[in-house]
């Protein structure tokens, strides 16, 4: 177990301790004075709407052994009260996390995975790691706290791991280059190039150069892409002689294709080859995107040679993280699909694809603004409405300033009595109580700024009392 000791901190850091102990351990890191375990290292995070270093104070009292803080000054009295306690002063906490991290991350000589993409990186995260975890105690990425302050807070949660399972997000061209300098990945996967963030980055070119960031942290990593996206393709094709990388996919012939794909409500299955020979695969989700996703984390199964009966297990056994795909089958008879915590044009196009699955009487999509497109954003929802009408959904509902362009363009085709459009998002729950019949399916979508997966949440509850 490699923990560090507070002098490995002032050493990484540059900082300067103020009073304790150099030599005490420091196991667990935390960086809500709220949730302090007893000697946890408290580190204090300044954001755009709070400051962490005003409560370190807290932090101590809570049970920290060691606080992190910048721009503090002892006095006589705080020296007093917590005698016995580290406090180490630095120049940028924020700064210092890094610097922990990526030390931290020097001590193990262990597979680290590193995962990013426009959609699709939660869930190829948790089909990796329940894959990598039948051969190796895996480490991975909590729910997709995937940033610069989530990504080192992970790896700082090291201890006996034999492998390290990564998500890296993005909104900003920069921002991935310094999340790999951190962790320093052995295997680089690139989901797709989506139309995520386009409105920060313009172009999806521009989306593909900050993703390929991810190659810039280790020398000679391993990198698998999916090879049915356009862009990724074409990458491939220009650097494949240069560095090592594997492909997936569905379409373009690849170094794993999945082949014979049955696509049910909530599961589905394919064979590929695996091994030697070609082998059926049951993938626990509905969706061709969770195709793909398994695929992918058969191509780290193979590379970490790992049995492949248990590269099958790792698929067939997998858990979504919560947010992700929740299917609820109330006391009416009415299920709900709840994937409103994240949207972009793919992965709305994605659910509408699963939603069309169903076989129920009527499938219903409530679906809100995607939010971060910019001037794409019109266009985009456009061709979202063009997805509700290619998936023969029957009734859509619309909410936001930009869904009504969905909605435009559903109505050019949709019987107009079963296509609404609501200014205020908090009316949606009495349409659908008004509109519902038993054996309906109802699918809520939309960015995580539109709340929607919270009103879905009180639907269900109130539904489920019968109210």
Known sequence: MNNLIVKDVLNETKGQLLMGNENLECKNFSKDSRKIQNGDVYIGIKGETFNGNLFWKQALRNGASCVI????????????????????????????????????????????????????????????????????????????????IGLPFTILRMKDEEAMVLEMGMNHLGEIRLLTSIAKPTICIITNIGTSHIGNLGSRENILKAKLEILEGSDNPTVIINNDDDLLHNWYEKNKEKMK??????????????????????????????GEEKVKIKVPVG????????????????????????????????????????????????????????????????????????????????????????????????????????????????????????????????????????????????????????????????????KFYDLAERMIHVWQKGN
């Open 69 to 148: 803080i910048e721009n503090i000054n002892l006095t006589k009295e705080d020296k007093k009260e917590f005698e016995g306690k580290t406090v180490i002063k630095v120049e940028n906490t924020l700064d210092a996390l890094y610097c922990i991290a990526k030390y931290k991350r020097s001590l193990y000589n262990i597979p680290v995975i590193a995962i990013t993409g426009s959609v699709g990186k939660t869930s190829t995260k948790d089909m990796v790691a329940n894959v990598v975890s039948k051969k190796y105690k895996t480490l991975k990425t909590k729910g997709n706290n995937n940033n610069n």
């Open 245 to 274: 990388i594997r492909t997936y996919g569905i379409t373009e012939k690849s170094d794993i294709n999945a082949n014979d794909i049955i696509l049910e409500e909530s599961s589905s299955q394919f064979v590929c080859n695996l």
């Open 287 to 450: 969706g061709e995107h969770f195709v793909l996703n398994s695929l992918c984390a058969v191509m780290v199964g193979k590379l970490l040679a790992i049995d492949e009966k248990r590269i099958m297990e790792g698929i067939e056994t997998f858990k979504l993280t919560k947010k992700r795909m929740d299917i609820t089958l109330l006391s009416n008879g009415i299920k709900v699909i709840n994937d409103a915590y994240n949207a972009s044009f793919e992965s709305m196009s994605a659910s509408l694809k699963v939603l069309s699955k169903f076989r129920e009487n009527r499938k219903i999509a409530v679906l809100g603004d995607m939010l971060e497109l910019g001037d794409f954003s019109k266009e985009l929802h456009k061709k979202v409405g063009e997805e509700v009408l290619n998936n023969k959904i029957d009734i859509l509902i619309g909410s936001g300033k930009d869904a009504k362009y969905i909605v435009e363009k559903a109505k050019e085709k949709m019987n107009l009595e079963n296509v609404y459009y609501l200014e205020d998002k908090n009316k949606i729950i009495d349409l659908l109580k008004k509109i519902g019949r038993p054996g309906d399916v109802i699918l809520w979508k939309a960015s995580n700024g539109m």
